[in-house]
């Protein structure tokens, strides 16, 4: 067993992202922070056009931080950077290596002529990919394996989408209801396992990975900078959890949208009352503090519930 995997997990060593670029001008495209396999390991993207014979050339740098500073440690990955715009198009493979030592990545091959543009605001979305080969003093995010079976940890199988996934049907059925009663149901052939449709073996294995404590919170599986991504790929993983009465994904998700959720009132609002996550209304709801503010804020209201718009009224007479 390697260094970097325990008993029972095994560490993504594989990760994808979107990420955008946007500014007002094409030298002014900024890249925002973004998550590879580890919250506490953040990468950011450093732009640098040139304008050369008409054209543009692009040159980038990849810069990485992480909380932990005083840690000693090394990654050797293999990057792939994809550019898939109108007026930009190429892509770069190659290995490289972060370090406590080695803040910035030079990707010295990334020169990409673009026609001229001169649009008022300018947006790049770039496709990365990193696959780790070896690292050394930094734990990458552990997720469970549940490819193989393993003593006390797994008793049944459930397959989706054609693979085979081994759990433990009591953490699954203090999960789900659902769970509970499929399990109850196939009790007399409990070996055989049973079956769940109309999701992929990603979506579950993340579903497992936030049932299975430590309970995998959003900042995990949430993989797009972009709000409106973000948005949808929330309501995606809360639409499976409802399916399957999952009520820890949503305990988790009502608290990291609290904290750290982006969204405008009115999307946020019909998150919360679509999958009922009372922290996340009530949280909305007392930045509503006056009737003027109210009326400013119809239209983002127009199209929530009459019991939502109740909660509103009630909080908005109780302020006063």
């Not at 946007?22 to 580890?38: L, N, W």
């Not at 993340?206 to 991504?229: F, G, S, T």
Request: glycine content about 4%.
């Amino acid at each position: 067993m390697s260094s970097t995997e325990s008993p029972g997990t095994q560490v993504e060593l594989y990760d994808c992202r979107d990420v955008i670029g946007s500014g007002s001008s094409i030298h002014s495209i900024k890249f925002s922070e973004f998550h590879m396999f580890d919250a506490n390991w953040k990468l950011k993207f450093c732009a640098d056009w040139v304008d050369y014979l008409n054209t543009y050339v692009v040159s980038l740098r990849l810069r990485h931080r992480r909380n932990s500073v005083d840690d000693i440690w090394s990654l050797d990955t293999s990057v792939k950077i994809e550019f898939d715009e109108e007026w930009l198009k190429g892509g770069v493979l190659f290995d490289t290596n972060f370090s406590h030592r080695k803040r910035e990545v030079e990707i010295t091959t990334m020169d990409i002529a673009v026609e001229k543009v001169k649009e008022p605001n300018m947006q790049v979305c770039m496709k990365i990919i990193m696959q780790v080969k070896s690292a050394a003093g930094i734990q990458l995010r552990n997720f469970l394996d549940f490819s193989r079976p393993l003593p006390i940890f797994s008793d049944t199988i459930v397959r989706v989408d054609g693979m085979q996934f081994h759990v433990n049907r009591m953490i699954l059925s203090m999960a789900s209801p659902i769970f509970l009663q499929t399990f109850m149901d196939s009790q007399d052939d409990e070996n055989s396992g049973v079956e769940i449709c109309n999701v992929s073996s990603h979506d579950f294995r993340r579903i497992l990975n936030a049932i299975y404590p430590p309970h995998m919170p959003p900042k995990q599986w949430i993989k797009e900078n972009d709000v409106k991504k973000q948005l949808d790929h929330i309501y995606h993983f809360l639409q499976i959890a409802k399916a399957l009465q999952i009520s820890i994904v949503f305990e988790v998700a009502d608290k990291w949208l609290v904290k750290y959720g982006r969204f405008k009132l009115e999307d946020s609002l019909l998150l919360a009352q679509t999958f009922g996550l009372r922290e996340l209304m009530g949280s909305k709801l007392s930045k509503i503090e006056s009737i003027d503010e109210l009326r400013k804020r119809r239209g983002e209201i127009s199209s929530l519930s009459h019991k939502t718009k109740s909660l509103i009224l009630d909080h908005i007479l109780f302020s006063l």
